[in-house]
C-alpha cells in the first residue's frame, strides 16, 4: 500500500469519525417567528436559547454531547408551523423543541412532536388546549389563559372597580382565548361586558370599533392579542378622545408595542398581565448580568426560552437522551432553573402560576403595580 | 346621531385610502388587461421610504411639520415612481406578448419578492414612526360629538387633489389622450404614432404615484407598518377597483368610498367580526346586478 492510499484512507476515516461525532450531537429546535410581524418575540425566544445551549455547553454540555440549535421559523402561520415541526423531527432529528411562540402555532404542532416522541416546551403559549389536549411530551414554562384572564378580570372588578368593559380580539387562538377567559371570570362576578367583538389581524385601521367603543361608553377596554394590533388600537382609542384604562395580556410584552403605538405617550397608563418578573430570581443573576454586559436586556420571553432549554436539557441528561423518558420524568421531577425551581403537573403545566399585573408608564417602560 | 355621523367619517376617510391605492390597479387594468398583485407591495415599499424620508429630514434638522410632509411626499413618491417603472420595465414588459396567465403569474412572483426583499433588507420586525400632527376638529352634535383628526383632514384633502388632478390629466392633457387612446385599442394607437411602451411605464408609474400618497398619509397617520402591510389594504383596494368598475378612474374612487363607508358602518352599527363578510357579500351582489362594475362598461370582444 502506498503512502498516498494509507493517507487517503486515514482522511477518510477520520472525516467519517467527525460526522459520527457529529451526528451524536444533540439537536434541539428552537421553533417560533423567526421572521414576520411577529418576529420581535422569535428574537427573545432565539437569544434566551442560544445563551442557554452556550451555557450548557461551555459547562460540558449533555451528557458530555454538545447540544446543537436548529433555527426553526413558522412566523405564526398554522401551516408553517406543521411544516416545520415536520422538518425538525425528521430531517434534523431533534430531540427536543424549545417553542412555538403563537398557541395557533403550538397546538397544531404539538401533535406532529407527540407521534415522533420528541419533548416540546413552550416559553409562551398560553392558550389552556395546548396542555389540555392531553399530550404527554408537551410542557410550558409559562402561565395559562384562565389563570392570566383571572387576573385581569378580578384586577378590573376589585381594583379598578369598572362597570362597562367592552372586550375585545384578534379572532387568533390566543387572542380570542384569553378575550374568553377573562369574560367568563367577568361574569361570574356578576359584571356584564358591554361589548364583545374581534378585529382584523394585520389591519391598521380599528377607527369605526373605537367610535363603537365610544358610543358604549366603555371605561376599560380590555384586548385579547398582540402588540401589532394593540399599539395602533390604543393610540386610535387616545386620538378619539377616548380615556377608557387599556389592559391587555402577555401579547404585548415588547418594546416594539411603544414604537407601533406611535409613542409612549400612548401607552402610558396601558397595563398587562404577565409572570411576576422573569429577572427578579436570584438564581438567574449571572445570567441576566451576562446579558447585558454583551448590551442585551433580556426583556419579555427571552428567561422564559432560557428555562425552556434548562428543563428540556435536564430531561434529557437524566434520561439518557431518551425524550419519552424525559417526558414522564419531568412529571414527576422539579428542575432548577434561572426562573426559579420548576414542577409540572400531569399535564405539562407549571404547578405554580405567578401572573401579575403591569403597567406602562409615559417612557415607554413596563413595571409591576404594586 | 353622532356616532353615526362619526363612522360616516371613518369610512370617508378609509374609503379615500382604498381609492388611491384603487386607481394603480385600475389603470393598470384599463390599459394592458392585467392585474397586477405586486401593486399592494408597492404601497408596502412607499411605507418604508416615507419612514426613510422622515428620518433623513429629521437627520438633517428639519422639524417644521409643513416642510417635513412636503419633503417626505416628494421623495416618496419620486423613489416610488422609480419602483413602479422598474417593476413594469424587468417583470411586466419583456411579457407583453405572452399570454395574460404568464403576466399574471409574473405579477404575484413580483410580489413575494418585494415582500421579501424588504423583510431582509429592512428587517421583519414591525416599525414606527412618531406622531406628527395631533389635534383634531371636533362639532357636538346633541350630547356627544363627531371629531375628525387633523390628519384625516389632511388625508382627504391630498386624496381629494390627487385624484382631481388624476382626472384632470387623463381628460384634458395630451398624456391622457395618450392613455385613452392606448386603452381603447393599442394597435391602432401604435399605428397613430402613439409610443405605447411609453404610455404603459407611465400608467404604472401613475399608479405607484398614487399607491404613494396613500402610503405616505396611512403611515403617517397609523404610524405603524411592516412589509406585509400591502396585503390587505391591496386585497381591499383591489375590491374597491373591481366594485367601482375595474378600468373605471371615478369607478375606483367610487368603489373605495362605497368600500370604506360599509365597512365602517357595519362595523359600527352591527359587528366588527364580520365586517369583511358584509363588504365581500355586498361587491357579490353588485357583481350580479351589474357584472362590469358600477361604472365599468361591458367588455366588447374584439373582433
Redesign the interface.
Known sequence: MSNAVVRKTLISLAIASAATLAQADVVIGVAGP????Y??FG?QLWKGAEKAAADINAAGGVNGEMIKLVKADDACEPKQAVSVANRLVDSDGALAVVGHFCSSSSIPASKIYEEAGVIMVTPASTNPTLTDQGLPNVFRVCGRDDQQGDVAASYIVDKLKAKRIAVIHD?DTYGKGLADAMKSTLNSYGVKEVMY????R????F???I??I??VDADVVYFGGL??EA??LV??LR???SKAIFISGDGIVSD?F??????PKYVDGVLMTFGAPPTSYPSGKKVIQEFRDSGYEPEGYTLYSYTAMQVAVAALANNNLDPIKGAKWLKTHSVDTVMGKKDFDDKGDLTVSDYVMYEWDAQGKYHVVE | MDIVLQQLVNGLTLGSVYGLIAIGYTMVYGIIGMINFAHGDVYMVSAYITAIALALLTFFGIESFPIILVGTLFLTVAVTGAYGWVIERIAYRPLRSSSRLSVLISAIGMSLILQNYVQLSQGANQQGVPTLLTGALRFHVGDGFVQITYMKLLILFISILGMGVLTYVIQKTKLGRMCRATQQDRKMASILGIDTDKVISTVFVIGAVMAALAGVLVTLDYGAFDFYVGFIIGIKAFTAAVLGGIGSLPGAMLGGLILGLSEALFAGLISSDYKDVFSFSLLVLILIVRPSGLLGKPEVEKV
Open positions: 423567526h421572521t414576520g410581524a418576529a420581535a428574537e379572532k367583538e374581534g378585529l382584523t394585520g389591519e391598521k385601521d377607527n369605526a370599533l367610535t363603537k365610544r358610543s402588540h401589532s399599539g395602533p393610540r386610535q386620538e378619539q378622545g416594539e411603544v414604537s407601533v403605538a406611535g409613542s
